[in-house]
């Protein structure tokens, strides 16, 4: 049944032009617990969505095709509306026809019996560099939260700048050997407005971190990232498919397509998934695997 979906929608998406999600970014709120040095997202006077609002949002996202919904903040673990909370927000999707839901956080609270069905924690390198970005003692929080979690889908993100690259390769054997942890997907950082100082401009620089994570990807690591994908970002160089997702932002706006796209940004894009979307698009066989294993 889902299978059939995906090929159905695959085949009027590359074959009859049709522009529709498979896949939706919901933002529940800007609220977060974190200040991190890479973000623009979070707010100090945040807005939280109601149950209602995100019912409504969800509903339109399904017909328009989307059945992958991924939660997103803020920190999503602190959404709360009466005595609904995430979990409640995981159930709701799923009545409502989508396949899978994932949450993204920071994993600085417990999230044992999280119903979501996959979980992202965002890792930006281990120890000292992840908490140079994220703050002192976020490292030692987010290891224990996710022991703690039981959670059995569950991988890590890392977003590359130029504080932590020198730590790739230790964040790639540490999501390896940390028995919590499925897999590591790379993204590299996108120079939002305030976050430019972060941003790896030196394309030569770019390109020798991505050949080692290919090197690593060969040799057995678990990277998310498809080798084709990887080669994608090496220059960034290619169409973007990112309508594949739409987001619903903090403030109500329906994007068809990635936000990056309206702040010209897409050049310097270093979202993993906008190179995924165009290999899956033109029908890399290592994309559509690694898309298989991560979504079904
Ligand atoms: C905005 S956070 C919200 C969810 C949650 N609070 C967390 O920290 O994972 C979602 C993801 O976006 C990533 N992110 C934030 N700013 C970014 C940027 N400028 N470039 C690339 N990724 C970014 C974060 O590292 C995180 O993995």
Not at 57 to 72: C, I, M, N, P, W
Not at 122 to 127: A, F, H, K, P, V
Not at 255 to 274: E, H, K, N, Q, S
Request: proline residues 3%.
């Amino acid at each position: 049944m889902k299978l059939l979906y995906l090929a159905w929608w695959f085949f009027r998406a590359r074959f009859f032009g049709r522009r529709r999600p498979l896949q939706t970014v919901l933002f529940i709120s800007d609220k977060c617990n974190l200040r991190c040095k890479h973000c623009n997202v979070y707010r100090d006077n945040p807005t939280t969505k109601t149950y209602q609002q995100i019912r409504e949002e969800l509903e339109y996202s399904y017909r328009q095709g989307a059945r992958f919904v991924d939660f997103e903040g803020g920190e999503p673990f602190l959404w709360k509306d009466g005595n609904f909370d995430v979990n409640d927000l995981c159930d709701l999707a799923k009545k409502t026809g989508f396949f899978s839901t994932t949450i993204t956080t920071n994993a600085q609270m417990p999230f044992a019996g999280s119903r979501a069905n996959s979980i992202w924690v965002s890792m930006d390198g281990t120890g000292k560099y992840h908490d140079e970005i994220r703050g002192e003692g976020t490292f030692d929080r987010l290891v224990k939260n996710i022991a703690n979690s039981g959670h059995r889908h569950l991988s890590v993100n890392m977003v590359v700048n130029n504080r932590n690259y020198e730590n790739v390769e230790a964040a790639i054997k540490f999501a390896k050997e940390n028995p919590h942890i499925e897999k590591i997907s790379i993204n590299f950082h996108t120079p939002y407005e305030g976050t430019e100082h972060l941003y790896i401009g030196d394309l030569k620089l770019r390109t020798k971190i991505i050949d080692k994570i290919i090197e690593m990807k060969r040799a057995g690591y678990p990277i998310m990232n498809s080798v084709s994908g990887l080669k994608l970002m090496k220059t960034n160089k290619f169409k973007k498919q990112c309508w594949v997702s739409n987001f619903i932002m903090t403030d109500g706006t329906r994007l068809d397509t990635c936000p990056g796209a309206y702040v010209d940004i897409c050049d310097r894009c270093g979202f993993c998934m906008a190179g995924e979307m165009h290999a899956v698009y033109t029908l890399r066989p290592d994309t559509l695997l690694a898309g298989f294993s991560l979504r079904l």
